[in-house]
């Protein structure tokens, strides 16, 4: 029998990844992945870094993929279903107009965070704004895509009529070479009018209301136009995108969003599990995807570079570094996004960085979701299992213990959780494929494509320093069974190799939290094997460092040694 | 892997495309020479909007606003023109405060756009036009010295470059005489803010600078004049390949663009000294590529911004002392060393 295969590529600023799956007998398996430079700069061609890519993959597999016209060979002999995912291209300029900041404009602010956007201007329409200062700013703001909202099904309509009208004016008068999108997402009985009134063809996006009432949010209602819009300005931004499309018979995803459906379907496959969440930390971009039944959080943020960055970087680094020289380095790789660490200082300052960017990017998702469970101070708060680490600042690291302990610094969780690590970077491409194979991702994850970093449990207690907060049973199916006490400041690494699970009974003080329900109670936990191995972290929440940089850095230089790292 | 491109080269055609954000009207035909801020392309486009409410600002019944409206939409309109009234004892008018047009009306709100105003396209270099953009602009190409940077405040403007030494940017040295007007000035470093104010106070038309400090970056991208920075953040030496350069240009009138560096359009700054040999259209850049023999500039501590000559490009990654296993390029830098470096950590020269 012939096997089925199925491709998947994902468009990155600077990476094009290619994935080849194939259909076997127990189910899809990756077969194999390759990468190549992005040939979108100065108005290139997108194929010419997709073919440099497939040719990889065809050179790793041994397979044919691309015929003498560098097409791609389809068919039964071929290639079956293809996805198409991109974060590519410059940031979307985007202007939100909403009823009110709260209301709809919060609204507009969570439904863009997933589609490479920078806002450039959000109109309140119950704002002291006069039409005509409402019209100037929208000229001014230049923008490719507008999206508006506002008002219940049954709510005002006059505010967003005016704003309707102004959108009018814009979209017909500027003669600009990519024509603007307009996306529409507000009181359902103004949908028509919308449409009539803007003028604007195929690029007019209609969508349900993201808030039908005002005790409710949908943004899936207007995800469709939204990915409808981002498709029609990439087409014309980049250069063989729509050819592509085409001839592979499958449109493109945001990246993100592509993404944020594989974590959605983590949780669906642990029912009443605690929720799945997906970091990637790259060198542009932090992307924070959350989901739990049927909420989900989502966005994407670009931490500055600031002298306060630069002091933050300076504080979690593990040698010894000034925060000036923290924001040269920033600032530098900033101008050379492909440069690597080659030297222990640049590799401190790098993962040091990685864990601000953590920070920032979880206070950003809170000030966009503020149901969000995240504390600045006191960390994650809301348990997610499992925690899917990717992006080359987490993944391209020497040791595994130095991603888990990045991962930790980062988001201060609470509890026990998972940590995995998607190496191959696969997410937006399983999810790009999910509508058309949707067997695909469900099989491949679980063929074991994503690596299990390790489980931490976390020990918070209200205990001075170096007191015993915690004591572990170590079962590991051995007669004897191993103990040990984990004191306050401490973290310790259990060892949990193959071939079977390990089981640890945790017995907590009276006064220390292992997310087992409330401060006391403990229990047996299991785990499997994992890569660094079970982390207890006892070093409580806030993080407490020590003042003086040396000594800091000797902290965090120790916690790896314990992490074996 | 991408490999940056930096170009310090001698005699190297420059090209480069000037184009509007809108549909426009080009202003120059293939083979044209244009000089530095002369126009390329322009549009008009109003010069404002005013939306103005008829039925609340003249109290209209909105059964009846048509019969109140005088104008019709398209309809050019002149300063003073009645757009709408309405008649009675006392008469209530609403008329054009400049030339335009209407551009809509609709619920009883007229928009007009008002007056005219040109957004245009500059030549930043004199140069021939070797292809034109219909409705957008031109490509401008020119033979000469080029010196790219890696940082720029999106500024441009012209000037004889004259070289300052680097005790000339101390901050205790202060010259308040406008001593260098209309020149572009360069130098290693600027250390501070008080020595970038005092380099200001001189009213140089641009500024090249070796490396800053950088906290010095704020201060940097508001400067009223275009800043380009050559080889980074933090105290670093111009690289021997940009000073030759630099020297070469001393005394000579030279562009200075200091655009933003867009790695997505390959686009970085750059300084520019026109040459006059005759620029030849058809002519394409061979594909660089990290060669034996090729030079390359550093990136990353401790050889930032010094150069060398690639000896070995070895096939099997390598371990480097931070612990990633990466591919390796051998350089031997100017002072001999060989050193041996990540192939991202490298920008590669066109000469």
Not at chain 1, 343 to 368: F, G, K, P
Not at chain 2, 5 to 16: G, Y
Not at chain 2, 185 to 211: C, M, N, Q, W, Y
Not at chain 2, 247 to 273: K, T
């Amino acid at each position: 029998m012939e096997k089925r295969r199925t491709l998947s590529v994902d468009i990155g600023s600077q990476n094009t990844r290619a994935w080849l799956f194939e259909q076997r007998e127990e189910g899809y398996a990756l077969v194999c992945s390759a990468v190549a430079e992005t040939s979108a700069a100065s108005g290139q061609d997108l194929r010419g870094g997709v073919n440099r890519a497939l040719e990889a993959l065809q050179e790793k597999s041994g397979l044919r993929l691309l015929d003498l016209h560098q097409k791609l060979i389809r068919a039964e002999e071929g290639v079956g279903a293809c996805g198409l995912s991109l974060s590519a291209g410059k940031p979307i300029r985007t202007v939100l107009a909403g009823i009110s900041d709260t209301y709809s404009l919060a609204a507009l602010r969570r439904l863009v965070s997933l589609f490479y956007t920078d806002v450039v201007l959000e109109i309140d329409l119950q704002s002291d704004l006069n039409a005509t200062a409402q019209l100037e700013k929208l000229i001014a703001a230049n923008a490719d895509l507008f999206v508006c909202a506002g008002g219940t099904n049954q709510g005002a309509i006059r505010p967003v009529r005016a704003a309707l009208d102004n959108l009018r004016i814009v979209y017909q008068s500027l003669p600009r070479l990519i024509r603007p999108q307009l996306v529409y997402a507000g009181n359902e009985a103004l949908t028509d009018y919308a449409r009539e009134e803007l003028e604007a063809g195929e690029d007019f996006h209609r969508a349900r209301n993201i808030q039908a009432r005002t005790d409710a949010e949908s943004l899936a209602a207007a995800w469709p136009a939204m990915l409808g819009a981002f498709r029609r300005l990439r087409r014309q931004q980049l250069p063989g995108l729509a050819e592509l499309e085409q001839d592979w018979e499958c449109e493109a995803l945001p990246s993100a969003f592509a993404a944020s459906r594989i974590v959605r379907l983590i949780d669906r496959m642990n029912p009443g599990g605690k929720g799945a969440m997906a970091l990637d930390v790259g060198c542009n971009s932090t992307i924070v995807l959350a989901a739990r039944g049927e909420d989900f959080i989502g966005s994407i943020s670009h931490p500055p570079i600031s002298e306060q960055v630069g002091k933050e970087t300076s504080r979690y680094s593990t040698l010894p570094i000034d925060a000036q020289t923290a924001a040269a380095y920033m600032l530098n790789k900033k101008l050379h996004q492909a440069f690597l660490p080659a030297t222990l200082e640049d590799l401190a300052i790098e993962q040091a960085w990685t864990r601000v960017r953590l920070h920032y990017a979880l206070r950003r998702t809170r000030e966009l979701f503020p149901w969000f469970g995240y504390d600045p101070e006191l960390g994650l708060l809301d348990p997610y299992e499992p925690v899917l680490l990717s992006g080359e600042s987490l993944v391209r690291v020497p040791a595994p213990q130095q991603t888990l302990l990045m991962a930790l610094d980062g988001l201060q969780p609470h509890g026990i959780t998972t940590f995995a690590m998607d190496k191959d970077q696969l997410l937006a491409g399983l999810g790009s494929l999910a509508e058309k194979e949707a067997l695909l991702p469900v099989q491949v994850i679980d063929s074991g494509v994503f690596s299990n970093l390790g489980t931490a449990i976390c020990a918070d207690a209200s205990e001075r320093s170096s007191r015993r907060v915690l004591t572990l049973e170590i079962d590991r199916g051995e007669s004897a069974r191993e103990t040990l006490e984990i004191r306050k400041g401490e973290i310790k690494r259990v060892e949990t190799t193959p071939p079977g699970p390990t089981r640890i009974y945790l017995s907590p003080n009276e006064l220390t939290d292992v997310g087992m329900g409330f401060p006391g109670l403990g229990g047996w936990v299991t785990v499997p094997p994992s890569e660094v191995g079970t982390v207890i972290d006892a070093r409580g929440r806030p993080l407490e460092l020590p003042e003086e940089m040396t000594r800091r850095s000797e902290a965090f230089y120790n916690w790896l040694w314990e992490l074996g790292g | 892997m991408s490999t940056e491109i930096l170009a310090i080269a001698c005699d190297q055609q420059i090209l480069r495309s000037y184009t509007l954000p809108f549909t426009g009207s080009v202003l120059v035909r293939t083979g044209q020479e244009v000089e530095a801020g002369q126009p390329v392309a322009e549009i008009q486009m109003p010069e404002r909007y005013q939306v103005f409410d008829a039925i609340n600002g003249l109290k209209i019944n909105p059964k009846n606003i048509d019969r109140h409206i005088e104008r019709l939409v398209g309809e050019p309109v002149k300063a003073g023109d009645v757009i709408a009234q309405k008649s009675g004892l006392i008469s209530r008018l609403f008329r054009a405060s400049q030339d335009g047009m209407v551009v809509a009306i609709r619920d009883g709100r007229i928009t007009l756009a008002l007056g005219e105003k040109k957004l245009q396209v500059l030549a930043t270099f004199p140069g021939t036009v070797v292809e034109i953009i219909p409705e957008r602009g031109a490509v401008v190409a020119v033979q000469g010295l080029l010196l790219q940077g890696v940082w720029g405040n999106g500024l441009n403007s012209s000037g004889e470059l004259t070289r300052l030494e680097p005790t000339e940017s101390a901050a205790g040295k202060k010259q308040t005489t406008a001593d260098l007007q209309g020149k572009i000035a360069a130098l290693p470093h600027i250390a501070d803010e008080a020595a970038f104010t005092a380099l200001l106070a001189r009213k140089p038309a641009g500024l090249v600078l070796g490396s800053v400090m950088p906290e010095l970056l704020p201060a940097l991208a508001e400067a009223p004049l275009p800043v380009m920075v050559l080889v980074g953040y933090g105290e670093y030496e111009i690289d021997t390949l940009s000073t030759a350069m630099l020297r070469q240009m001393e005394g000579q009138m030279v562009s200075l663009n200091a655009n933003e560096a867009d790695a997505s359009e390959q686009s970085r700054p750059d300084l520019i000294l026109p040459g006059k040999a005759q620029v030849s259209p058809g002519l394409f850049h061979e594909e660089l590529q990290l060669e034996p023999g090729r030079h390359v500039r550093l990136l990353g501590k401790p050889y930032t911004g010094s150069i060398g000559e690639i000896v070995e490009l070895p096939a099997e990654p390598e371990k480097f002392a931070s612990g990633l296993v990466m591919r390796a390029v051998v350089v031997r830098r100017e002072d001999e060393l060989i050193v041996r470096v990540p192939r991202e950590n490298v920008e590669l020269i066109l000469e």
